[in-house]
């Protein structure tokens, strides 16, 4: 089956300092949907890209879908300690067989 | 408004007893879905409802009992758990055509 690659795993940063993260893949996928999880909840959708090459922001937070459509990243500037939490990378793939396959998550500390 | 809604927040339940988790959404997607998850991992795809039909079950025990009553209401029965199936559950959905999948805030099983 499909599988993601998420790294890193775990990051302990400072509060202001910029972040990346990125999922690799051995599909291809249509869709690549970026989601943040705090503890106890569920995870909320931060940015969505359809389409290889794009490039997409959303406040402090910018995503791009890869070339070749088997990786994405996700960068966040000036971190604030509000930003710590689960970041998870999601392919989507199929039309009528969608399907959402789920990195294993980057675990984020942020240091005031 | 993207908000998918859970009840209850938290339950408590012994092996032998019999709960619900309900789950609602009034976005009007038809797509609806029940994911289990452990600690620092991603969500494990339960079962999905396409159109209040049964889709997909990805091999679940049978003491998870699925229902879509409804387009809005999605439905997890509880019956004779085990303390490994203590884990938040999350409900998600999406418009049937879109990619995005937009999740719950889960309930918080514990199986005593």
């Known amino acids: 089956g499909q599988q993601l690659n998420q790294s890193p795993q775990s990051m302990f940063i400072q509060e202001g300092e910029d972040v990346s993260m990125n999922c690799t893949s051995s599909?291809?996928?249509?869709?690549w949907l970026w989601y943040k999880q705090d503890p106890g909840e569920g995870p909320v959708l931060l940015i969505a890209?359809?389409?290889?090459?794009e490039l997409t922001s959303n406040g402090r937070l910018t995503a791009q879908f890869g070339i070749t459509r088997k990786d994405s990243f996700l960068n966040i500037s000036a971190s604030i300690p509000s930003d710590v939490g689960i970041y998870f990378c999601?392919?989507?793939?199929?039309?009528?067989?969608?399907?959402?396959?789920f990195g294993k998550g980057t675990l984020l500390t942020v240091n005031p | 408004d993207t908000e998918v809604t859970q009840t209850p927040k938290h339950l408590v339940m012994g092996m032998t007893n019999k709960k619900s988790l309900k789950c609602e959404q009034h976005?009007?997607?038809?797509?609806m879905y029940w994911y289990k998850q452990k600690a620092k991992k991603p969500p494990e795809l339960m079962f999905v409802?396409?159109?209040?039909?049964?889709?997909i079950n990805e091999s679940v025990p049978s003491r998870f009992s699925p229902e879509c009553p409804n387009s809005s209401l999605l439905n997890l029965h509880l019956h004779a758990l085990q303390p490994e199936d203590s884990a938040l559950y999350l409900c998600?959905?999406?418009?049937?055509?879109?990619?995005?999948?937009?999740f719950g805030p889960g309930t918080r099983l514990t199986v005593t």
């Open positions: 998600a959905s999406r418009l049937t055509g879109d990619h995005e999948q937009y």
């Open positions: 599909s291809i996928f249509n869709t």
């Open positions: 890209l359809y389409k290889a090459g």
């Open positions: 999601a392919g989507v793939s199929g039309g009528s067989n969608y399907k959402l396959t």
């Open positions: 976005m009007g997607h038809r797509a």
């Open positions: 409802y396409s159109y209040e039909k049964l889709s």
